[in-house]
Structures are given as C-alpha cells and as structure tokens.
C-alpha cells in the first residue's frame, strides 16, 4: 500500500508554481518531472506535445503532484491544506506560521486575516497568487499529533451538512482507515445545521483529510482542480476502488472519477510511470475510462 497523493491543476504554469511553493516551505523538494509524448495527442493536446505534463513535489513531507491539463477548472475554497504548526514540538511555530503566510500571500489574498480566533491563537486562510488556498494554524499542543499538511474538504453549496456522511464513507472504503476529530455545531450556523461537522477528520491509508460543513453559504463545491490520486497493486484493486467512488459517469477519463459528493480521485496503477513507457501507451489511456491495465 502506498499513500494518497494530492494533485493540482495548472493551466500551463505547474512548474512556476512548484517553484513558488518549493521555496516558500523550508522543508521542501522538486522529485521528478514528465513531460507529455511527442505523439498520440489527442487534437486538443497536440499544442503541448514535448511541453511538461507533472511534476511530484514535497512539501513538509508530503508528496503533491501539479498536473499541466489547461483552463478548464480552477481552484476554489472547497478544498483547501491546512498546515499545522505545532509549538510542542517547533518552539518557533508562531514565528514559522507567520513567515510561510507572508511567502504564500504574496499575490494572493486573504480569505480569513492571521489573527487570534477561538480555536487557535494564531490562524489565517488565505487564496495564494495561483488560486490554491491555504489554512495556516497554530495548533493545541495538548491535541493528538498529526502531520504538518492535511488537505481540507469544505461541504457546502450541494453537499452542504454532508460532511460527517463523507467521513464515513471513505472510512468504509479506504484500507487502513482511522477516525478521528468529531467537532459539531451546537446550534445552527449559516447554513450548517445543529449536529453538523464544524471540524473532523479522517485518516485514508497514512494521508490524514479535514471535512467541515461550510458556516457561511457556498456558492462554489469541489472540482477536478483538486484530485487525490490512488496508487494500486493490479487491476483487482483498481477495480474495488472504482466501483466504490466512481459516481458520476460523464467525469470518468483515463483513470479520474467523481464521488458522490463531487470529490475527484485518480485510481491508477502504482506502476504506472513504467507503464507509460509502452509504446502508443498515452494513447491508449486516453480512450479508457477505468485504468485496464492489460489495454495499455
């Protein structure tokens, strides 16, 4: 088993965003880059034959992937990462929150200014300069551990108060499942209703997931400008994790797919870069929906 990979959408500038974020985390690191084929493009792919296809990152530990795939989606407050400064074990956490929001925010905006609130005395939400949003907090150092970048799945608009239904499920279908935080509304909240989640979180293999029901009214949800890709030994795996998440069958392509709540996955072969390496196999992929290995 190996973990749940992030993956971002960029229209064209992944890899002036990797370098964006690269240098705005201390602890971070470039891993490898692909680039797309100089043949079997589909039409609407044939500008960016030769050009950048992924790059995989790390930032404090943990592997992002930012995909090159156009303008079609962008980023919005549905899925955002929250960082966890911990002065347990940073005794410079306020001073290091503080230095990567100013890094993050130049170009960007703030959504929820850096300031004292009732959950944390040193907390702030940005929106970054390529639309990717950020929730900087210093945390409860009497609280459970957890890792330095979680990503943040807001419930509103449709799914609004879906949030501790979204826990459970992925709960139910990821191997290696953990709850964990369970926080509700006491009282109705915007449109948050009485017993909904105002925070919670889940561990899916070793990648740990914030859900909450949005407090405000959300006229935005999740899109593909956010997707969590999937690595599985063979085709029996990929098959189990298709059938359990894949919801929506006109988002369905070359291995993506949509939830019942809008969130989007990416079920593919852990070996899939040495799989790539087959002739016609960009191709090939292409026309499938569901990863099949053997038509690779």
């Not at 034959?49 to 407050?77: H, K, M, S, Y």
């Not at 899925?79 to 890094?103: E, G, Q, Y």
């Not at 409860?140 to 957890?146: I, L, M, S, V």
Request: charged share 20%.
């Amino acid at each position: 088993m190996t973990t749940i990979t992030p993956c971002l959408w960029f229209n064209g500038n992944a890899e002036e965003a990797v370098q964006f974020y690269t240098a705005a985390f201390s602890d971070s690191s470039i891993v490898g880059t692909t680039h797309y084929p100089s043949e079997g493009l589909a039409d609407f792919q044939r500008d960016l034959a030769g050009a950048v296809l992924t790059v995989t990152f790390r930032l404090a530990e943990q592997d992002f992937l930012a995909i090159n795939a156009g303008e079609r989606f962008a980023f919005n407050e549905s899925t955002s990462f929250m960082v966890n400064f911990d002065p347990s074990t940073d005794p410079d956490a306020r001073h290091n929150l503080d230095a990567l929001w100013n890094a993050l925010i130049d170009g960007g905006s703030a959504l929820m200014p850096i300031a004292n609130y009732d959950f944390s005395p040193r907390y702030g939400w940005l929106r970054d300069r390529f639309g990717v949003n950020w929730q900087l907090i210093l945390t409860d150092p009497a609280g459970e551990p957890r890792p330095t970048i979680m990503p943040a799945l807001l419930f509103g608009d449709g799914v609004q108060n879906r949030a501790r239904e979204a826990i459970e499920f992925y709960a139910s279908v990821f191997d290696n499942s953990q709850l964990g935080a369970d926080v509700r509304y006491a009282e109705r909240s915007g449109p948050a209703h009485p017993g909904s989640v105002m925070f919670g979180d889940v561990r899916l293999r070793d990648l740990w997931f914030v859900a909450m029901d949005a407090a405000t009214r959300q006229h935005v949800t999740f899109t593909e400008s956010v997707s969590f890709v999937i690595p599985c030994a063979d085709q029996t795996e990929i098959d189990r994790y298709w059938t359990a998440l894949s919801a929506v069958p006109e988002a369905e392509a070359c291995g993506w797919c949509k939830d019942k709540f809008g969130v989007s996955w990416q079920i593919t072969p852990a070996n899939i870069d040495e799989l790539m390496t087959r002739p016609n196999a960009f191709e090939h992929m292409m026309q499938l929906k569901k990863i099949e290995i053997a038509k690779l």
